[in-house]
């Protein structure tokens, strides 16, 4: 009993980080500027620039937004199409494992006799946890990619800080590879 308990708390726990990884690759945001108001407050803010994954925008403070759609594949910088790759094969993997872990939980009477249910969700949890590590690894190239032009002493422009979906899909990372922990 104790172990069906532990498997469904692990299969919801990649269910939820699999999700929260899956969101941000949509969402807006993912490093946003503002220009700061009438004489350089910075209570009021005129303007936004802000982009994703996807496209970059800018929106005043009429709230209309201009919005530009990266038209090619080429013509995105190197970190996007990186992290791009990072977090598909995360979410790919991450299917893969959950396929195989509900295979192999104790609870579903699919997928074989107890010796290859073992195997099988140990296999999915092993897919879960670097399903993580990848998701985590494309949210740390990003972040690394935007702290690093805030730092550079010839910066002249905007300075761009972490939006929401960086910190939501770490908090997915971590769930994702909690329950393949818990599989384990």
Known sequence: MKIRVVQIWGFLM??????FVACTMAMEGWKIASVGGM????IIKVAWHWSSLWRKCFTDSTAV????DFPALWSVDGYVQIVRGLLMGALSLGMLGFILSLLGMECTH??????????????GGLCHIISGALSTCGYA????????????????????????????????????????????
């Open 39 to 42: 004489g350089g407050s910075s």
């Open 14 to 19: 990649t269910v939820l980080g699999w999700i």
């Open 110 to 123: 699919i997928g074989g006799k107890d010796p290859s249910k073992y195997k099988k969700i140990f296999t």
């Open 65 to 68: 937004s201009n919005c530009y």
């Open 141 to 184: 190239v990003y972040s690394e990619y935007v702290m690093i032009k805030n730092i550079d002493v010839k910066l002249i422009g905007l300075e761009y800080g972490l939006g929401t979906p960086m910190f939501l899909g770490w908090v997915g990372s971590a769930f994702h590879m909690t329950g393949g922990f818990f599989y384990l």
